[in-house]
């Protein structure tokens, strides 16, 4: 069974700052990873994944993330926080050696970036 | 916004009433998926359509059912409603049925049951 923790309900960060939403996943072969954002009302839109290859991956507005397979993390990083980055961030996990698979999202981080 | 349409956005209904929520995928794409999102529950997958076939299934209620149509909209039913059953339901769609493809979710619809 495919599995993805979140260990922070929120994470407050000041604006300028480098902000980190952490992220560990278990599956029983190689992890397709993702990382979505929820603003208010809204629904999720996607950030970046990592399929293969380089273990940094850059995505959308700014964001990155380090897949790290003897850790099992694929936290998502920002060098400098705006305020409208403050959002709800979902990592999923999808383990494609079982042929179809459902995609496993974690709890959620609420990131909170002060002005 | 992403492309993927759901009518209607809120929707209040009793317990024991049965609704239906429909979602439009983005031009081209052929997968849709469905999910539930409670505060007790997290987003949780329900079930995947390609091309009008189910792929894939997840935590999805015996009293919940999903199809994809021919045009490859897609309807997802839900009878006997509890309260438990309030939440905000997500549909998404992709381009093909590969797992490692991105998914482009809707607006979500918000049902309340009351």
């Known amino acids: 069974a495919q599995s993805v923790a979140q260990p922070e309900d929120q994470v407050n960060v000041a604006e300028g700052n480098p902000l980190t939403v952490k992220c560990t996943y278990s599956v029983s072969g190689n992890p397709y990873l993702f990382w979505y954002v929820q603003y208010p009302n809204r629904g999720l839109q996607f950030l970046l994944k990592?399929?293969?290859?380089?273990?940094l991956v850059k995505g959308s507005y700014g964001f990155e993330a380090e897949f790290n397979k003897s850790q099992t993390s694929f936290h998502l990083k920002k060098p400098s926080a705006l305020v409208s980055d403050s959002a709800l961030y979902f990592c999923?996990?999808?383990?494609?050696?079982?042929?179809?698979?459902?995609?496993?999202f974690g709890t959620g981080t609420k990131l909170q970036v002060i002005p | 916004d992403s492309g993927v349409t759901q009518t209607p956005k809120h929707l209040i209904t009793a317990t024991g009433q049965r609704v239906t929520l429909r979602c439009s995928p983005r031009?081209?794409?052929?997968?849709v998926y469905w999910y539930q999102q409670s505060l007790d529950q997290g987003l949780q997958f329900l079930i995947q359509?390609?091309?009008?076939?189910?792929?894939a299934k997840g935590n999805i209620l015996e009293r919940f059912s999903a199809q994809q149509f021919p045009d490859l909209h897609s309807e997802l039913n839900l009878s006997s409603l509890e309260l438990g059953d309030s939440a905000l339901y997500f549909c998404a769609s992709s381009p093909l049925q590969g797992v490692g493809e991105t998914q482009y979710f809707g607006p979500g619809t918000r049902l309340l049951v009351l």
């Open positions: 359509y390609y091309n009008g076939e189910e792929r």
């Open positions: 999923a996990v999808r383990d494609p050696s079982g042929g179809y698979q459902k995609v496993t």
């Open positions: 990592y399929i293969t290859g380089d273990n």
């Open positions: 031009s081209g794409d052929l997968s």
